[in-house]
Structure formats: C-alpha cells, structure tokens
C-alpha cells in the first residue's frame, strides 16, 4: 500500500489475501481493539495475527490488546489471554464501550473492523497518516483510562453463598424461571426475588450482564 491509500475488502479471506503482509511486517507495535476475540476469527487470519504476538516478548517490539468485558465471559477466554501475557502482551480491558475494532500496526498502518451484518463483514485498510494517528490517539486515551487484566479480575469479589452460586449457574444455564425454580426447590416468586437481588449485588442490569459479571469474577467454577 501507498501512503495515504484506503482500502475495502470484504471477508477474513479476503482480508488476509490482500492485507496478511503487513502482520508479518509489523517491527515495533501492534495493538488490537476489540469487544472480543471472535471479530479476527476465521483460521488464516488468526494465524496472521499470533505469528507476530508470539514475538511479543522480543526487545522492542509491543503488543497491546484493549477488549471490553465481553471479552471475559468464558473460561477458555480468559485463559488464552494469559497465555498472550505470558508471551509479553499487555492486554487491558476497557470500562467503556468500544464502538470499532481495530489493530493498529507500527502506528502507520490501520484495520478497522466493520459493524456486525449479515454476510461477510467489511474491513477498511489504511496508511493514511491522518487517519491513523487520529484513531491510535483515541486509542491511547481509552488505554489509559483501562484497567489491567491482572488487576481486573483481581478486583472486589462480592460475597456470595453456595445457595447463590447455584441461583447463578441456574441462570447462566439458561433455563427458564419456571423450571429453575422447580429444580431448586424454590417457589416462582422466590427465585426471581433472588435473581433480583444476585442482580443488584454484582451490579448487574439485565441477566446478561450478570453472566457477563460472573464470568468475569470466575464465580462459576
């Protein structure tokens, strides 16, 4: 690519056809913006990405990931992400949302993620300096406004007993009200009392979030 060029491909494949050499050219910095790890999901371009963040720990080169919460919500996630860590990575979690994904390379080249849609999902690739510098400067503020991965997971635990622990397995399973309260033991209006009160206790607003939260707390062991 030419400074200044902007392009549009749509698809992983097309992706990596037309835009995987500059993963492998990254020399200084490479850093990943993402609600979580599915937006670079197909196997080419996923390989295009760890073949660099395996040289995270190399002498000056930097890999930085920034993810949302969303990030978190499953074991093996998390997982993985230590194991980026322990290969050099800095990998932070944002408290604000993340509207586009992005990786950002040696600060001159940039991929921008489309919004989710039916179909192949759109990426735009570019050196423009503009274009770049602006959006890694957005980045840097959110990066610094973010909360290590280490001391996110290690923040405040609420308290919760065993008769919690199995209201929220009971949630994250999916079942619905009737029959997870049929299952428990407990009357209807019972166990949306405790929902509702589990809810507020991991500051949660829907159930979905507190799945999210117990995820995040490694509270469904």
Request: hydrophobic letters at 45%; glycine letters at 10%; aromatic letters at 4%.
């Amino acid at each position: 690519m030419t400074a200044d060029q902007v392009l549009t491909v749509r698809g992983d494949a097309e992706l990596v056809a037309r835009a995987g050499h500059l993963f492998a050219g990254a020399q200084q910095e490479f850093v990943c913006v993402a609600r979580d790890l599915d937006t670079w999901s197909q196997p080419a371009a996923r390989q295009a990405i760890s073949g660099r963040i395996r040289a995270g720990g190399e002498a000056g080169f930097a890999v930085n990931k920034l993810l949302s919460p969303a990030a978190l919500a499953d074991e093996a996630t998390r997982l993985h992400l230590h194991q980026v860590m322990e290969r050099g990575a800095r990998v932070r979690i944002s408290s604000t949302p993340l509207p586009h994904e992005t990786i950002i390379i040696d600060r001159r080249v940039m991929i921008l993620a489309g919004r989710d849609a039916p179909g192949l999902r759109e990426f735009t690739v570019t050196t423009s300096p503009t274009l770049v510098g602006g959006v890694y400067a957005l980045f840097q503020a959110a990066w610094e406004t973010a909360t290590d991965l280490a001391a996110y997971l290690s923040g405040d635990v609420p308290h919760l007993d065993a008769d919690s622990l199995t209201i929220l397995r009971a949630l994250g399973a999916g079942h619905t009200d009737e029959t997870a309260a049929r299952q428990l033991g407990l009357s209807l209006r019972t166990y949306r009392r405790r929902v509702a009160e589990l809810m507020a206790k991991l500051e949660a607003g829907s159930r979905f979030q507190a799945g999210l939260r117990v995820g995040e707390l490694r509270l469904n062991g």
